[in-house]
């Protein structure tokens, strides 16, 4: 609903019709109509690889601009040669809560080569586990949501 909203404001504001367009609705119906139809010049998808495939198999069909980012959940590598410094902990840290996770790019995963695996999960899991903490959860049982990420400054970028 909050887009819907952002629109009424962005009418009230004066912005002409057409220049953006909110469409709302199930995706396999609205979608594969967008994708399909014949003034639309570009598709973007952002979502699941088996839906992203029915996607651009309707724009392909009507020789579109495509752009898809599907599957999601990026993951981090660390080769044998890397240091599992401060930095590296914290930038994994950021990557997947930044934005309380709801990011395309989101680094949920990392791969650590099995050299330096022990140490390298030990201090991710110990700074995960610091930072996941907070004097209200020890003291109520509270667990900070995405409001509470957000106002964390160390996670943004």
């Given at each position: 609903?909050?887009?819907?909203?952002?629109?009424?404001?962005?009418?009230?504001?004066?912005?002409?019709d057409g220049v953006i367009n909110i469409v709302t609705g199930k995706g396999s119906v609205i979608g594969n109509?967008?994708?399909?139809?014949?003034?639309?010049?570009?598709?973007?998808?952002?979502?699941?690889?088996?839906?992203?495939?029915?996607?651009?198999k309707a724009a392909i069909e009507g020789m579109k601009h495509l752009t898809l980012e599907l599957g999601g959940?990026?993951?981090?590598?660390?080769?044998?040669?890397?240091?599992?410094?401060?930095?590296?902990?914290?930038?994994?840290?950021?990557?997947?809560?930044?934005?309380?996770?709801?990011?395309?790019?989101?680094?949920?995963?990392?791969?650590?080569?099995?050299?330096?695996?022990?140490?390298?999960?030990?201090?991710?899991?110990?700074?995960?586990?610091?930072?996941?903490?907070?004097?209200?959860?020890?003291?109520?049982?509270?667990?900070?949501?995405?409001?509470?990420?957000?106002?964390?400054?160390?996670?943004?970028?």
């Amino acid at each position: 609903m909050s887009i819907l909203y952002v629109m009424k404001i962005f009418k009230e504001a004066g912005l002409p019709d057409g220049v953006i367009n909110i469409v709302t609705g199930k995706g396999s119906v609205i979608g594969n109509r967008l994708a399909a139809h014949p003034d639309i010049n570009k598709v973007s998808f952002t979502g699941s690889t088996p839906t992203g495939q029915t996607v651009g198999k309707a724009a392909i069909e009507g020789m579109k601009h495509l752009t898809l980012e599907l599957g999601g959940k990026s993951a981090m590598i660390a080769f044998e040669d890397a240091r599992i410094s401060d930095a590296i902990v914290e930038g994994a840290r950021a990557s997947v809560f930044f934005n309380a996770g709801q990011v395309c790019s989101a680094g949920s995963r990392l791969y650590v080569h099995k050299e330096i695996y022990p140490p390298g999960h030990r201090r991710c899991a110990g700074r995960l586990t610091e930072r996941g903490r907070d004097r209200r959860s020890a003291q109520s049982g509270y667990h900070p949501g995405p409001a509470d990420l957000q106002k964390d400054s160390s996670i943004r970028s």
